[in-house]
């Protein structure tokens, strides 16, 4: 399903195809202006169909079949009708019940946010460690439409874009705070090889103590280091780090795992700060 498609089935006269095997290609015939703007037209199984922007609905459209119907399911499409009015798209207002702690019983308006909505998706799948092809789960979908219909279920290319810029800001936001502590940093390193692809990875944790004498961490890197993993390239992509964050005048102390090689890494850090 691309990302314009939806996640509520709909029925009608016309049977859904099967979208497994879809080839976008450009047509010699195009779809009528209004058609082409809420429909897009692909080759499914060698056949021409065009599927409805709004809705899961995919229909024929070869050069026989003409528009008509097509026009026709747009006219009825229930969640066309459901996300617009009059041109503009509907939000959905309701009232938010909540019990208070003394047992009485809050109301308050509640409007969707879709954006809000897409935001923690993005987050639920970031804490529970959720595979991003979750979203194109059939029942999954299903589940989410029949939460809230107007929300609009992106694919997961587009929840991958939404997690790495959420990572991006919120790096920066740790870096730009780590920048400003005033105690200075310890730092732990520890190695960890994957069993899969048996590659190496560093991860680097920064701990501190904040304004109000309490004692935090935070995750600094989980960085590839590529072999060999000997000594100059664990200094190298830890004194890397350190200096990204500002942290290379503000080291206190290292420590590193129970590793032969490790030992000249912390003598090539302090060569280096």
């Not at 703007?37 to 199984?45: G, P, S, V």
């Not at 029949?146 to 997961?156: D, I, V």
């Not at 105690?183 to 701990?207: E, F, L, P």
């Not at 190298?236 to 005048?249: A, F, I």
């Amino acid at each position: 399903m691309d990302e314009d498609g939806d996640h509520v089935i709909v029925s009608d006269d016309e049977e859904e195809d099967d979208v497994e095997e879809v080839e976008v290609l450009p047509s010699k015939r195009k779809l009528t202006s209004k058609v082409g703007l809420e429909m897009k037209k692909m080759r499914i199984n060698s056949e021409w169909k065009a599927k409805c922007n709004w809705c899961p609905k995919v229909l024929t459209a070869g050069s026989r079949n003409g528009t008509k119907h097509l026009r026709l399911h747009l006219n009825i499409c229930t969640l066309k009708k459901l996300k617009t009015k009059g041109g503009k798209t509907l939000s959905q207002s309701s009232l938010k019940v909540s019990a208070e702690e003394d047992g009485k019983v809050s109301m308050e308006s509640y409007t969707f946010d879709q954006d809000y909505a897409r935001v923690e998706l993005g987050n639920m799948l970031v804490l529970h460690d959720y595979p991003l092809s979750m979203v194109d789960h059939v029942g999954f979908r299903r589940f989410v439409a029949a939460l809230q219909p107007l929300f609009k279920l992106h694919t997961r290319n587009t929840i991958r874009y939404d997690i790495v810029g959420r990572y991006k800001m919120e790096r920066k936001k740790a870096i730009e705070y780590m920048s400003m502590i005033q105690s200075r940093v310890a730092v732990t390193t520890d190695m960890w090889t994957s069993n899969s692809q048996k590659k190496g990875y560093m991860a680097i944790t920064a701990h501190f103590i904040d304004e109000s004498w309490r004692l935090r961490n935070i995750l600094m890197r989980f960085i590839y280091v590529p072999a060999p993993h000997n000594a100059a390239a664990i200094a190298g992509m830890l004194h890397e780090s350190l200096v990204e964050w500002n942290l290379d005048e503000k080291l206190l102390t290292v420590t590193v795992d129970n590793c032969n090689v490790n030992d000249k890494v912390v003598e090539e850090i302090v060569g280096k700060i």
